[in-house]
Antibody, heavy 120, light 111 residues
């Protein structure tokens, strides 16, 4: 049974970089069958798609975040990561990693989510 | 890139049916049959309940059904049960540059 688990700092200072990792267990991030996504949800708000990475390293980012987002797939570890630069309070959210059957535009498997607060 | 429009709230009594709408544009909902619906209980991660407009993942009760007409997609929950009380989010493919667009979410209350 494949599981996803997010990890990273729960508190980030304004203007700094938010870094999260999603560990994949029970399956391989190197599978060509899936896109590996990041999605976030600000407190009391709806979901916002951040982007995805494919095992080849190909990425696709939300145009509204593209200039600040970088995603990488692990080389030696079965994980993928998210970096968001120059964060502000508007980046405060629960961040989820999610697996998508490549090209299906549906997220069948989610991590439990991790809250990241941007505050000094 | 604008979010899809959902009503903020919906409600129904146990056993009744309720329909939640999700309105987009001719560039997203109206253009592609890639509409999904997610159920989210408080403090939990979303769970996929409908994909490609009207398909249910394994294990999702057939009380949940999806449809689409023009730029509006709909989720119908039949035979409402107490455990159906949750937030429901729709999403649609918006083309390669926009990829996935979500709605603002609808809070379903079972009276």
């Amino acid at each position: 049974q494949v599981q996803l688990q997010e990890s990273g700092p729960g508190l980030v200072k304004p203007s700094e970089t938010l870094s999260l990792t999603c560990a994949v267990s029970g399956g391989s991030v190197r599978s060509g069958d899936y896109f590996w996504n990041w999605i976030r949800q600000a407190p009391g708000k709806g979901l916002e798609w951040i982007g995805y990475i494919y095992h080849t390293g190909t990425t696709n980012y939300n145009p509204s975040l593209k200039s600040r987002v970088t995603m990488l797939v692990g080389t030696s570890k079965n994980q993928f990561s998210l970096k968001v630069t120059s964060v502000t309070a508007a980046d405060t959210a629960v961040y989820y990693c999610a697996r998508e059957v490549a090209g299906s535009d549906a997220f069948h498997l989610w991590g439990q989510g991790t809250l990241v607060t941007v505050s000094s | 890139q604008s979010a899809l429009t959902q009503p903020p709230s919906a409600s129904g009594s146990p056993g009744q049916s309720v329909t939640i709408s999700c309105t987009g544009t001719s560039s997203d909902v109206g253009a592609y049959n890639y509409v999904s619906w997610y159920q989210q209980h408080p403090g939990k991660a979303p769970k996929l309940i409908i994909y490609e407009v009207n398909k249910r993942p394994s294990g999702v009760p057939d009380r949940f059904s999806g449809s689409k007409s023009g730029n509006t997609a709909s989720l119908t929950v039949s035979g409402l049960q107490a455990e159906d009380e949750a937030d429901y989010h729709c999403s649609s493919y918006g083309g390669h540059n926009n990829y996935v667009i979500f709605g603002g979410g609808t809070k379903l209350t079972v009276l």
